[in-house]
């Protein structure tokens, strides 16, 4: 947790910097990176040096699509298998309410909860969802409110790798003993200012 903070708080990061600002072994941290990677939650790029030799590799949250191979694959499975439950349960649909476009995003949302084990609970209606609190939240003793914006940030990417209009409004930890709260919300459209004219056509 402390690592994917480092690469949030600052993307582009190097192994040695991140390694120091979570405080672990540089060897640990390319462990770390290397799962995080594997898991569709971290991109790695090579960074110019304007020196010769292999470049160092910068790392970043995946938060979009195209940015991490294993990530596309998991917002694929997670649409496919939406659709044919869908499919087995009609009632499921909710596209008519949320649009299609949002319904996808549900999906990868869904998907990533899952497994990270917060055991999703939905109300499409009211455009919340409710989960068990994060597994690691009783192993840190200390920042236990960065744990909440590791995951909430998490949250947004995921939203952000599928193109639609769902948004995070608000991740309320512990709403009860025993659950939290995310609640989204729809991207309002921008709409044309009518004090502007219109733009002219070049012929």
Not at 123 to 145: I, K, Q
Not at 159 to 177: C, R
């Amino acid at each position: 947790m402390k690592l994917m903070r480092a690469v949030q708080d600052e993307p582009g990061q190097k192994l040695e910097e991140l390694a120091a600002q979570a405080e672990i072994h540089i060897n640990t941290a390319r462990d770390h990176l290397r799962v995080l990677e594997e898991e569709g939650l971290v991109a790695s790029r090579p960074l110019a040096t304007g020196t010769r030799g292999r470049p160092p590799a910068g790392f970043y949250p995946v938060c979009g699509p195209g940015m991490n191979p294993s990530a596309d694959e998991r917002v694929m499975a997670s649409l496919s298998r939406g659709d044919m439950l869908r499919r087995l349960y009609p009632s499921l649909d909710r596209s008519s309410v949320i649009g299609e476009e949002a319904q996808h995003q549900i999906d990868t949302l869904v998907a990533h909860l899952e497994d990270v084990g917060l055991e999703p609970d939905l109300d499409l209606d009211r455009l919340e969802v409710t989960v068990v609190p994060c597994p690691e939240y009783d192993l840190c003793d200390e920042n236990r409110a960065s744990i909440c914006d590791v995951h909430e940030r998490l949250i947004r990417d995921q939203l952000s790798q599928v193109s639609g209009p769902l948004e995070v409004e608000q991740l309320e930890p512990f709403v009860t003993p025993d659950e939290c709260r995310l609640t989204l919300s729809m991207r309002k459209q921008r709409l044309p200012n009518p004090a502007m004219p219109p733009r002219k056509q070049q012929r």
